[in-house]
């Protein structure tokens, strides 16, 4: 196995860059984000680190990603898929021993967050990490618990013999800020290249089965949260319905995820009323249409293409 160096803390802006290091962003027009996003990624990493895939931007984005010194990738919209998309950048950084993940809305919250990530592979047996992520600035009570209650101040290492501990949670992960050691996403396959979304999930379940272990890494840190309409968490919903019932095989050492649920909602309801008590209802139907969403996508198969596409927020994938 080709282990990355020990010390990462070259990875900071201004010192000796890491020739093993590649960071992965995905975008979309980003335009809108790009000046906070860009800085704060700049104060981490060289711009010759940085590997930009585009799904064919209407808004510049390529453009500034491009002006920042970045490398950039252009794909066309209809062609990006979560886990091939995600490989397609793996491939595209043949000598990175570290693969890092970012999404464009994700603010990286420190200049070192990149290399406190990083310090996780110091253990050989880490064969992947995820950082800690904060709320954004402003967001409301639903959208804050949803990243306190995910993401708490406490890091935590998996493995496979602790699962019938953590059930389901040990899959947990996030590709928003989510790094990967080569060598154990070659032995696992990579990232499944057809799946709606939820290839971090995949790739972890893939890792623990074969003996990697995973790290949350708390003091690593992105300001990354959504605002989601009704419908929006509706139909997110039902995606997730639809990779767990695709990957049922995969998750089913695992257990269910039906009670991770419970606890989200007993600790959600705790939380908005105290910060904000109008906001309860909201969160209660928010909730009964999350529930119904995962249960359709979970029945997909009984239903027809052009329905799928209609209740699905990943209308590419319905090709």
């Known amino acids: 196995m080709k282990n990355p160096p020990s010390d990462f803390s070259g990875l900071t802006h201004g010192r000796h860059a890491s020739t093993s290091l590649g960071v992965i962003v995905p975008t979309l027009n980003a335009a809108n984000d790009w000046s906070v996003f860009s800085a704060a990624l700049l104060k981490n990493v060289t711009p010759d680190q940085v590997l930009i895939i585009d799904s064919s931007s209407t808004d510049g984005t390529a453009e500034l990603a491009k002006a920042s010194g970045f490398r950039v990738e252009t794909i066309s919209r209809s062609d990006f898929n979560h886990g091939a998309t995600r490989q397609l950048g793996v491939n595209l950084f043949p000598d990175a021993d570290i693969l890092i993940f970012l999404t464009q809305d994700a603010e990286l919250a420190s200049g070192d967050a990149i290399a406190r990530l990083c310090k996780a592979f110091d253990d050989e047996e880490v064969g992947a990490a995820y950082g800690r992520q904060l709320p954004r600035r402003g967001a409301g009570a639903i959208e804050a618990h949803a990243r306190l209650f995910n993401y708490p101040a406490a890091s935590q290492m998996r493995s496979a013999n602790g699962q019938g501990t953590l059930g389901f949670k040990s899959l947990f992960f996030s590709n928003s800020f989510g790094a990967y050691r080569r060598a154990a996403l070659q032995a696992v396959g990579g990232f499944p290249e057809d ?14 089965q074969h003996g990697w272990k995973v790290s949350y890494v708390a003091d690593a840190a992105v300001r990354h949260s959504h605002v989601y309409s009704m419908s929006q968490e509706f139909r997110r919903y039902f995606d997730i319905g639809v990779l767990h019932s695709r990957e049922a095989a995969t998750f089913a050492p695992f257990g269910k995820a039906s009670g991770e649920g419970k606890k989200f909602i007993k600790s959600e309801t705790a939380f908005v009323s105290r910060r904000a008590p109008h906001l309860l209802l909201s969160a209660w139907l928010r909730t009964a249409l999350k529930l119904f969403g995962y249960r359709l996508g979970r029945r997909e198969q009984w239903m027809p293409l ?12 319905w090709k």
Request: net charge positive.
């Open 195 to 208: 799946v709606i979304f939820g290839e971090d999930t995949v790739t972890v379940a893939h890792l623990l």
């Open 306 to 317: 052009a329905l799928k596409r209609r209740l699905s927020m990943s209308t590419s994938f």
